[in-house]
């Protein structure tokens, strides 16, 4: 497991205590400032049942059930995590769904099995990882998509100064999120290593906090 994930991140995601109790619908609108729905749908409204889905880490709520479940049957849900507690919690959720499976892989190097993804999401997961591990996320999730499939991240973005939230959130990354801005000065397409090869559009949301980014990969020139 990365350091970065005990020494920052054990209270969030690696004590079983507070993993339990944070694992709640409730908490997730709270910490989103009442947009999980809104967010979530967004994610949601591109699954189409027996599409082959990869979300790259396991979200608290109720997400990853009902992103499995939009898959359905014919389809398949991979859901990687890189903590044991998160892959419990997945297991829990998921673990029963023949379609769906709950792999212990560092989202950097997972490959898959053997065939490829339509849709390939992120869910606030880059503003959690130093730059080094976003890159890494980036190019991977990047590697993994065919030429039909999509890229999606949903996370945070640069607040306009008009927002309120904006130095609520100030004040949290100072004291508990210190790779989250690195989302406020960049462009996820920073993080690529070859971002000219892909299509990037970019919806952000509720004055700037929240950004839901697609890419898709541009079609070979002729």
């Given at each position: 497991?990365?350091?970065?994930?005990?020494?920052?991140?054990?209270?969030?995601?690696?004590?079983?205590?507070?993993?339990?109790?944070?694992?709640?619908?409730?908490?997730?609108?709270?910490?989103?400032?009442?947009?999980?729905?809104?967010?979530m749908r967004r994610y949601l409204s591109r699954i189409q049942p027996g599409m082959r889905v990869?979300?790259?880490?396991?979200?608290?709520?109720?997400?990853?059930?009902?992103?499995?479940?939009?898959?359905?049957?014919?389809?398949?849900?991979?859901?990687?995590?890189?903590?044991?507690?998160?892959?419990?919690?997945?297991?829990?959720?998921?673990?029963?769904?023949?379609?769906?499976?709950?792999?212990?892989?560092?989202?950097?190097?997972h490959h898959g099995d053997g065939h490829p993804y339509d849709l390939i999401c992120s869910f606030?997961?880059?503003?959690?990882?130093?730059?080094?591990?976003?890159?890494?996320?980036?190019?991977?999730?990047?590697?993994?998509?065919?030429?039909?499939?999509?890229?999606?991240?949903?996370?945070?973005?640069?607040?306009?100064?008009?927002?309120?939230?904006?130095?609520?959130?100030?004040?949290?990354?100072?004291?508990?999120?210190?790779?989250?801005?690195?989302?406020?000065?960049?462009?996820?397409?920073?993080?690529?290593?070859?971002?000219?090869?892909?299509?990037?559009?970019?919806?952000?949301?509720?004055?700037?906090?929240?950004?839901?980014?697609?890419?898709?990969?541009?079609?070979?020139?002729?």
């Amino acid at each position: 497991m990365p350091s970065y994930m005990t020494d920052v991140y054990d209270w969030a995601y690696v004590d079983p205590a507070w993993v339990r109790w944070l694992d709640h619908n409730l908490v997730v609108k709270t910490l989103l400032f009442g947009n999980d729905r809104r967010l979530m749908r967004r994610y949601l409204s591109r699954i189409q049942p027996g599409m082959r889905v990869w979300q790259v880490a396991h979200v608290y709520g109720d997400l990853v059930e009902l992103a499995a479940q939009r898959t359905g049957s014919q389809g398949a849900f991979h859901l990687t995590d890189i903590t044991p507690i998160q892959i419990a919690h997945g297991k829990r959720k998921i673990g029963a769904l023949p379609w769906a499976r709950v792999i212990r892989q560092d989202a950097a190097l997972h490959h898959g099995d053997g065939h490829p993804y339509d849709l390939i999401c992120s869910f606030f997961l880059l503003h959690e990882v130093p730059d080094d591990w976003k890159r890494r996320i980036v190019d991977n999730m990047l590697a993994q998509m065919p030429e039909h499939g999509e890229v999606l991240f949903v996370d945070y973005h640069r607040p306009a100064r008009w927002q309120p939230v904006r130095y609520i959130l100030k004040w949290v990354n100072r004291l508990l999120e210190p790779f989250a801005e690195a989302l406020w000065n960049h462009e996820i397409s920073h993080f690529a290593s070859h971002a000219a090869d892909f299509s990037w559009h970019k919806e952000s949301i509720f004055g700037g906090v929240y950004q839901i980014v697609s890419v898709r990969r541009k079609p070979p020139q002729s």
